[in-house]
C-alpha cells in the first residue's frame, strides 16, 4: 500500500521518547485506574486521505493493560480486572515505569483472529495460544497521553516496545496510511473481520466516537432451512442445513433480520412444508423445532463459522423457493 507523507504530525524519534521520560519525571502524577475505552463508530466505507491511518480490526476480547512494577491488571471493557486469565501477556511487559495500554487478546486460528477458538482457551483455563495486539498508549510514567495525538501516542507505543524489546504473546498492531477502503479489500479477501480507521490528530475519548471508525466485512450465501421455532404469529428461529455431499449436516440457526410482518410470511410459508421428522442425516435434538422438508432457502448474512461448525452473528435477508 502506498505511504502518504503526514505533513501534521511526525514521527517520534528517540529523542522525543526521552524527553518525554524526563518531562513525565518533573510532572509525575499517579496512575489512574480503570479508563473507559474509547470506542470505533460503525460505517459501511472506509475513509481515505492523509487525516486517517487504519488498522486491522481484531477478532477478540479488548483489554486494557496496567503495568506498574510488580502490580499488573488487565481490565475487559467493562472494568473487570481479568488478570489471572491474561497473566502471561502482562508479563511479557517489562517495564521500569508505570504504563497503561490499550489493545485486543486474540487467539490466531488457520491464519486470522478467531473468537470462538479464544473462548475454547479461556474456558479450559489456557493462556498458551493467547496473544496481545497492543494499540494504543494511554498512560506512561506519569504522563497522561490521553490528550496527544493518535499518530503520536502510535509512535511512542511502538517505541516502547522496540526500546524494551517486548515479544510475543505482546505485539504491536502496525498500521497502513492512505485509502482504506483498499486495506478493507484486502481484508475481505482474507477473511477478516474489518478494519478500524484512526484519524491521526484525534486525542483519546472514553465514548464511541467519530475519530475511529469501524468497517466490517460479512459473509452472504444461501442455506436450507430445516426447520423452525415459532412464535405467537410467525417464526422466533430458523434451522439451518448445509448440502455436504450426500449428507445434509445442521449449520446453525438464524433469528433476526426479519420484521413482524416478515416474520408472519415465512411461517405462513413454511407451514406448507412441515415434516414429522427431521431431514439432517444427523438428527440433533431441539425439543422447540418445526421440522419441514429442505426445499425453502434462507438467504443469510453471518461473520464467520465457528470451529464447532456453525453460523456466528448470522442476520436474516430473504427466503426462497427451491
Avoid at 512494577?69 to 502482562?90: C, L, M, P, V, Y
Avoid at 474456558?123 to 503520536?152: E, H, M, P, V
Wanted: proline share 5%; net charge positive; hydrophobic share 35%.
Amino acid at each position: 500500500m502506498k505511504k502518504v507523507k503526514l505533513p501534521a504530525v511526525r514521527p517520534l524519534t528517540a529523542g522525543d521518547f526521552c524527553e518525554l521520560r524526563r518531562v513525565a519525571k518533573r510532572t509525575r502524577a499517579a496512575m489512574p485506574g480503570f479508563i473507559k475505552p474509547q470506542l470505533a463508530t460503525l460505517k459501511t466505507k472506509a475513509p481515505a486521505g492523509e487525516d486517517w491511518i487504519h488498522e486491522i480490526k481484531y477478532d477478540g476480547y479488548r483489554i486494557q493493560l496496567h503495568i506498574d512494577g510488580d502490580t499488573r491488571k488487565a481490565f475487559t471493557r467493562n472494568g473487570h480486572d481479568w488478570i489471572k486469565r491474561f497473566s502471561t501477556i502482562a508479563g511479557a511487559f517489562d517495564l521500569p515505569y508505570p504504563a497503561i495500554i490499550d489493545g485486543e487478546v486474540v487467539v490466531v486460528h488457520e491464519g486470522r483472529t478467531n473468537f470462538s477458538e479464544l473462548q475454547a482457551e479461556l474456558a479450559g483455563g489456557r493462556q498458551d495460544r493467547l496473544q496481545y495486539y497492543a494499540f494504543d498508549l494511554l498512560w506512561l510514567d506519569g504522563q497522561d497521553l490521553r490528550k496527544t495525538s493518535q499518530l503520536a501516542r502510535k509512535e511512542l507505543l511502538k517505541e516502547l516496545f522496540e526500546t524494551h524489546c517486548i515479544e510475543p504473546p505482546a505485539l504491536y498492531s502496525e498500521h497502513a496510511e492512505g485509502d482504506g477502503h483498499e486495506l478493507f479489500k484486502a481484508a475481505a479477501r482474507l477473511n477478516f473481520e474489518g478494519i478500524v480507521s484512526k484519524r491521526v490528530d484525534a486525542p483519546y475519548r472514553s465514548e464511541r466516537t467519530e475519530a475511529w471508525w469501524k468497517v466490517k466485512t460479512v459473509h452472504r450465501d444461501t442455506f436450507p432451512v430445516v426447520g423452525f421455532v415459532k412464535d405467537p404469529s410467525g417464526v422466533a428461529a430458523l434451522y439451518l442445513g448445509k448440502q455436504d455431499g450426500k449428507e445434509l449436516r445442521y449449520i446453525g440457526k438464524v433469528g433476526t433480520g426479519w420484521s413482524r410482518t416478515r416474520s408472519a410470511e415465512i411461517r405462513k410459508a413454511l407451514n406448507t412444508v412441515v415434516s414429522p421428522k427431521t431431514k439432517l442425516t444427523r438428527p440433533i435434538r431441539k425439543p422447540k423445532a418445526t421440522w419441514v422438508e429442505p426445499l425453502f432457502f434462507a438467504e443469510v448474512e453471518y461473520r464467520d463459522i465457528t470451529s464447532e461448525g456453525l453460523l456466528r452473528a448470522s442476520s436474516f435477508r430473504g427466503l426462497t423457493r427451491k
